[in-house]
């Protein structure tokens, strides 16, 4: 008797857990399937990538004399029209330079004056000495003598005009840097850097001091760094999308401009500079702000999609056809679609299903989300 209690109790033992298995396979397989609705959804393969802003056009201001700074007539933030002044220098030295040019100028033009007059008065001398010598009241040593203080003032005379020559390239010179030491705008811009302060002294002789940068701020420059396997796919004019730390709610809509071809060196990750304009007339970028871009390498509006992980496999002999299980009054049933373009998650259904249809989703297994799975597509 006890043997047909061990017996019995043995098989509801069995039974149990042969059910229990039983629930626990038909979970798990539950766990690693779901369906989903197809869509119309807008579709993009984008590169991503960090950016920063600057202004697209601007220029340093500065000092091309040495000197002291007597005054600074902007701050950081005024706006500046063009020729204005910005910055004046001590101009003492540079005007007692064009004061001494000035008078050796003078100096020099009343010796001209008077050594015309010593050749004048040379050539009649010359003049008188051969007139006596054809009455025999001269000698031609006279002659001689005289000819020789002619030339000799003649001589002096282009002497002095040429130091003439050389004072005035001088009083040019000085008179251009005293001009320097009032700085004027180049470009209407707004005071974004201002390392001086007045009364600092500026060397220019070693380096050209920076004074202040001005900057247009109503067109912007977006300087993203581009991954090297990313670079293939960028062309210039191509459209961008970006937002800001600050509000990233907000999409500024651009154009690729320009790939730099020399590339930086990051803790040995070679990255590209791209560079996009942005329209900035109302003035909510400023310079230095993070951003975080979107290049649009393609987009499909109002298409059919689905998960990448709803393609089982590829069709052979069929290019960009897959095979994707179709729920049918119920039960899973395999068909074949044809894929158009494809990001890293969602792929493009150009023909197979219908909106509205339910689709078989295997997930991945957690740790598998990265692995590509066999005969997908590629991006």
């Known amino acids: 008797m006890k043997r047909w209690i061990l017996i019995l ?201 920076v004074i202040l940068r001005l900057a247009d701020l109503s067109e912007m420059t977006v300087r993203a760094q581009i991954a ?23 999409k500024w809509h651009a154009q690729l401009r320009q790939l730099l071809p020399t590339p930086e060196i990051v803790n040995d990750v070679v990255l590209f500079n791209a560079l996009v304009d942005v329209d900035n007339t109302e003035g909510v970028l400023m310079s230095g702000m993070s951003t975080q871009l979107f290049f649009v390498v393609q987009r499909a509006e109002n298409v059919l999609t689905l998960p990448r992980s709803a393609l089982l496999r590829a069709v052979p002999g069929k290019e960009n056809t897959y095979l994707v299980e179709v729920l049918e009054s119920g039960h899973p049933q395999e068909k074949a679609v044809t894929i158009g373009m494809s990001n890293r998650t969602q792929v493009e259904i150009k023909d197979g299903l219908r909106e509205g249809e339910q689709v078989v989703v295997r997930k991945l297994a957690r740790g598998d989300a990265s692995k590509p799975r066999m005969g997908g597509p590629r991006i």
């Open 9 to 209: 109790t043995l098989l509801v033992i069995a039974a149990a857990g042969a059910f229990y298995w039983q629930k626990q396979g038909s979970k798990q397989t539950s766990d690693l399937r779901s369906t989903i609705t197809v869509s119309r959804a807008t579709l993009e393969d984008v590169v991503t990538a960090q950016g920063k802003l600057e202004p697209k056009n601007y220029v340093d201001v500065g000092a091309q004399v040495s000197g002291q700074i007597k005054k600074l007539y902007f701050e950081i933030g005024d706006r500046v029209q063009q020729g204005d002044l910005v910055a004046e220098l001590d101009p003492r030295v540079y005007k007692a330079k064009v004061d001494a040019d000035l008078s050796g100028l003078k100096s020099l033009q009343a010796q001209l004056r008077e050594q015309e007059a010593q050749v004048k008065l040379a050539e009649l001398q010359l003049q008188r000495t051969r007139k006596l010598l054809k009455s025999g009241t001269e000698t031609q040593n006279t002659l001689e003598q005289n000819e020789t203080s002619l030339k000799a003032a003649r001589a002096r005379l282009d002497s002095i005009s040429a130091q003439i020559e050389v004072q005035r390239f001088n009083l040019e010179g000085d008179q251009t840097n005293l001009g320097y030491t009032q700085i004027y705008a180049p470009m209407d811009g707004t005071v974004v850097v201002q390392d001086v302060r007045e009364g600092q002294t500026l060397n220019a002789m070693q380096l050209t001091p």
């Open 228 to 250: 090297e396997a990313d670079v293939s796919r960028l062309v210039a004019k191509m459209p961008v999308e970006f937002s800001t730390l600050g509000d990233l709610e907000k």
